[in-house]
């Protein structure tokens, strides 16, 4: 049995605090998406890390959207992305463990993370976050058997980020943020460019699927 150990770049708690922190943040790119709209994406780092931030504005239940968000074992039927593995690993309906792994087109490696998750209500917002957790300390059978069924993945260094669905007269504001980085044999300037590129689809995915869910 052999693990893969997740070193964290920063400390997560006072990465955490940056990505949550609204100063620093700079628009770098706009996206027009069928069927969304505009999609705004913006970008900071953090304690060395690169964080990006999507937001559009939806005319659907902020509620919905939640579960939506939240429903991460069904991603796979309504992502653009290909994610052939999905669990959670216990806990509640407001806060869980899962995984998750991406199968990337050759020759990128494929990708996974372990996560926690938590979902919340403060005032009229819906939120629903995730950070990393040390998958070898805390889920090694999981670890293994995801390691013997996919050996040349390799595991997201660094993976932490939320949903926001903050309703309005307009319609609900969609926030879409994260730190990342793929680890791995990709540097971390083409990392960032493909993960400007992708921010908007993930955006785009999730309204989508909250419209044919609710048959809009």
Same mark, same amino acid.
């Given at each position: ?113 372990? %996560?926690?998750? #938590?979902?919340? !209500? ?6 629903? $976050? &995730?950070?990393?957790?040390? @998958? /070898? ?36 504001? %969609?926030?879409? #943020?994260?730190? !990342? ?6 540097? $971390? &300037?083409?990392?960032?460019? @493909? /993960? ?21």
């Amino acid at each position: 049995m052999w693990f893969v150990a997740i070193a964290f770049a920063a400390d997560p708690a006072a990465l955490r605090a940056g990505l949550e922190d609204p100063s620093g943040w700079e628009t770098v790119d706009t996206k027009q998406i069928e069927g969304v709209g505009p999609v705004v994406v913006r970008h900071k780092v953090v304690l060395g890390e690169d964080c990006l931030e999507g937001s559009a504005t939806a005319a659907l239940d902020a509620d919905m959207l939640l579960v939506a968000a939240t429903d991460v074992e069904h991603q796979a039927r309504w992502s653009s992305w290909k994610v052939p593995v999905a669990k959670k690993l216990g806990g509640t309906a407001t806060s869980f463990d899962y995984y998750q792994l991406l199968d990337n087109p050759s020759p990128v490696a494929d990708r996974f993370w372990f %996560v926690h998750a #938590r979902t919340s !209500t403060e005032g009229t917002e819906r939120y629903f $976050r &995730w950070d990393q957790v040390d @998958a /070898a300390a805390k889920y090694p059978t999981d670890l293994a058997a995801l390691q013997a069924a996919w050996p040349d993945a390799v595991a997201t260094r660094t993976n932490l980020g939320d949903w926001t669905f903050s309703p309005s007269a307009a319609g609900t504001r %969609v926030r879409y #943020r994260i730190c !990342t980085d793929a680890g791995g044999n990709i540097p $971390r &300037w083409i990392g960032e460019i @493909a /993960a400007r590129s992708t921010l908007p689809t993930n955006i785009a995915d999730l309204v989508k699927e909250v419209k044919r869910r609710s048959g809009v």
